[in-house]
T-cell receptor, first 113, second 112 residues
Framework: ETGVTQSPTHLIKTRGQQVTLRCSSQ?????VSWYQQALGQGPQFIFQ???????GRGNFPPRFSGLQFPNYSSELNVNALELDDSALYLC????????????FGPGTRLTVT | GNSVTQMEGPVTLSEEAFLTINCTYT??????LFWYVQYPGEGLQLLLK?????DKGSNKGFEATYRKETTSFHLEKGSVQVSDSAVYFC???????????FGSGTQLTVLP
């Protein structure tokens, strides 16, 4: 059974640029949730994708967007990067949008300069 | 809305000491409760969970009991090891919100 994987591991971008982060869900899981973890803070929910549709969203602006593909992998896109977007971005996969059994990937560390 | 408040750190203990990390929550309905652990440079690992009132979650010597009357889910371990050094997060899941809500984390350092 393959776990949740994320790419890239680290990324450095300049303010105003755009970035795409990728997540492959655990085998058999059809739901991916994305979280932002600022330094020294707990993760904050960005949104969830279930069967290729957005299935819930946290308090993040529209410049945070996502996709889910037929194989249930997912992308997180952030436009017009701001310094405060610097964080660890975690994805978690689960079976069903209502499932509390979420398995986390190792995260992508994004630094915006 | 849902929220989780946990004991602020950092917490520093000697090996074999007793550990308690306090966690209280506010939620509508009947959430499931979790403790996650994050080792340096890594993602989150589920440590233990409890899905209903009075349930006790346990794993690797850690325990936590879901107390609905006090809205608490305190983490305990009788004898900590150096390898337990990590950041611990209390979290709740509400099915209607479809998201985990996390506390701010408690950094634990265990000295030999």
């Amino acid at each position: 059974e393959t776990g949740v994987t994320q790419s890239p591991t680290h990324l450095i971008k300049t303010r105003g640029q755009q970035v795409t982060l990728r997540c492959s869900s655990q085998s058999g899981h059809n739901t991916v949730s994305w979280y932002q973890q600022a330094l020294g803070q707990g993760p904050q929910f960005i949104f969830q994708y279930y069967r290729e549709e957005e299935n819930g969203r946290g308090n993040f602006p529209p410049r945070f967007s996502g996709l889910q593909f037929p194989n249930y992998s997912s992308e997180l896109n952030v436009n017009a990067l701001e310094l405060d977007d610097s964080a660890l971005y975690l994805c978690a996969s689960s079976l069903g949008g209502d499932s509390y059994e979420q398995y986390f990937g190792p995260g992508t560390r994004l630094t915006v300069t | 809305g849902n929220s989780v408040t946990q004991m602020e750190g950092p917490v520093t203990l000697s090996e074999e000491a007793f550990l308690t990390i306090n966690c209280t929550y506010t939620a509508t309905g009947y959430p499931s409760l979790f403790w996650y652990v994050q080792y340096p440079g890594e993602g989150l690992q589920l440590l233990l969970k409890a899905t209903k009132a009075d349930d006790k979650g346990s794993n690797k010597g850690f325990e936590a009991t879901y107390r609905k009357e006090t809205t608490s889910f305190h983490l305990e371990k009788g004898s900590v090891q150096v390898s337990d050094s990590a950041v611990y997060f209390c979290a709740l899941f509400s099915g209607s919100a479809r998201q985990l809500t996390f506390g701010s984390g408690t950094q634990l350092t265990v000295l030999p």
